[in-house]
């Protein structure tokens, strides 16, 4: 299930792409946590993600808490 996370700082539209065996959750606070096998633990505070896009995406891949 990959996916793309986009933020501010991106210099294109292109985001930061992860890989099929990663993961994320999006907290009810807003956090957003992401576990790459290639780029490790990430956390992204509310206000500095923006957008996380995905195709084909199974629900048990992520979770909102």
């Known amino acids: ?3 793309t996370v986009h933020t501010p700082e991106d210099t ?3 985001g930061l792409s992860f890989g099929d ?7 009810e606070s807003g ?3 992401v576990q790459s096998k290639t780029h490790g ?9 923006q957008l996380i ?3 084909q ?3 048990d891949l992520r979770s909102i808490r």
């Open 41 to 49: 633990v990430r956390i992204y505070s509310p206000g500095f993600w």
């Open 21 to 27: 065996d990663d993961q994320f959750h999006i907290y």
């Open 57 to 59: 995406h199974p629900d």
């Open 31 to 33: 956090v957003l946590k």
């Open 1 to 3: 299930m990959a996916f």
């Open 12 to 14: 294109s539209p292109a």
């Open 53 to 55: 896009t995905y195709t």
